[in-house]
């Protein structure tokens, strides 16, 4: 996800020969037309059922919980599930708060989502008080007492608190974990299953096995969708915060790993991201900022935002002592250009990473196609 600082890159990923997408008033159209009902659960293990029937689900991050909330509260009809970003681990596989310090498990809101019909699967992430933290997984996955430890603890963790799903999220992980983790996955999967839960796991984008990045190379696509009841596939950070400036998910590339994914992962398995943050750099260096920032700088310098061909918004601004600054972002005309994706490819449905900060015309939008 995006949040803390990343792992090590070769290079950005390569546009190649894909298609630029063009934006029109009826494409857009289209595309929010394609999230507009909302998807039937499905049994654990289980395709969703109902053809063309995606299912959308927001990701609420601890750091901006009454934000994301909000969003859900206000439209609840727009989402099947929520996943709040609450969890991590302890190397010895105990799960703790991802930051003690910040996080707050909303029980009230949970009950609240969930007498409204939407389900509650809470992510548990290697992202520890705001930095990530591959060696904890490593060391898990590597010890099988800490496995088993772990694996009960997501399932107590699930049955215990009402939850509907677990949702794994473990990142910049390396090669040698690949056959550990697809083990826990696997088992934990079933395990998860037998209590009526279901598992959810996000994995790094690539259009090909190997990737463009060591992390990639953990992450065995193909048998982690067998493993696991949705995979959701983290289509954006094209650019990233110490990349050169840049559209975060190009239209192009998302579809190049859209369709790659689909040849490993059954299509309705397969769970589109849709990033709604973006990045302003300077320096050298990118710093996170939502659709509420990235419009507060535009007016404050009265810069032009421009669009890519694919409809992503950017502009330019000079900073303090002349400091040139370049923002790439999303918004409610950029997001829908990629939701198309999951009509053309029968995919099983969206994620928004993440709620709090969006364009406030895109959940209209979504609702009300033109």
Do not use: C
């Amino acid at each position: 996800m995006t949040r803390a600082p990343g792992g090590p890159r070769r290079r950005r990923w390569p546009l190649g020969a894909v298609v630029v997408v063009t934006v029109s008033v009826a494409l857009a159209g289209l595309a929010l037309a394609v999230v507009l009902p909302r998807g039937e659960p499905a049994g654990p293990g289980e395709s969703p059922p109902g053809a063309g029937v995606p299912k959308r689900i927001g990701y609420v991050p601890y750091w901006d919980q009454r934000a994301g909330f909000r969003v859900v509260q206000q439209h609840p009809d727009l989402f099947d599930e929520v996943s709040p970003v609450w969890y991590s681990l302890e190397p010895t596989g105990e799960i703790v708060l991802a930051d003690p310090e910040y996080t707050v498990t909303d029980r009230r809101m949970v009950r609240f989502l969930q007498a409204r019909g939407v389900k509650v699967i809470p992510t548990v992430t290697n992202l520890r008080n705001g930095d990530w933290d591959p060696a904890a997984v490593q060391e898990m996955l590597h010890d099988p007492a800490a496995t088993r430890t772990h694996i009960r603890e997501l399932v107590e963790l699930a049955a215990g608190h009402g939850y509907d799903g677990i949702d794994i999220d473990y990142e910049h992980l390396r090669a040698v974990d690949r056959e550990p983790f697809t083990a826990f996955l696997t088992e934990l999967g079933a395990a998860l299953r037998a209590g009526g839960k279901v598992l959810t796991a996000a994995v790094h984008p690539k259009t090909d096995d190997a990737g463009d990045d060591p992390r990639n190379l953990a992450q065995d696509y193909r048998a982690i969708g067998a493993a696991v009841d949705q995979v959701r596939v983290m289509t954006y950070d094209y650019s990233w915060e110490d990349s050169p400036p840049g559209p975060v998910a190009p239209a192009g590339w998302v579809e190049e790993v859209i369709a790659w994914a689909v040849t490993q992962i059954p299509a309705d398995r397969v769970i589109l991201g849709i990033v709604l943050l973006g990045y302003d750099w300077a320096g050298g260096q990118g710093s996170t900022v939502d659709f509420r920032q990235a419009q507060a700088a535009a007016r404050a310098h009265s810069a032009t935002v421009r669009r890519a061909s694919d409809g992503s918004p950017w502009f330019v601004y000079q900073g303090r002592a002349g400091t040139p600054h370049e923002v790439w972002y999303e918004d409610a005309t950029s997001a829908p250009v990629k939701l198309e994706l999951v009509s053309r490819y029968r995919l099983g449905g969206a994620f928004f990473w993440h709620l709090g900060g969006a364009d406030p015309q895109l959940w209209p939008a979504i609702r009300d196609p033109a």
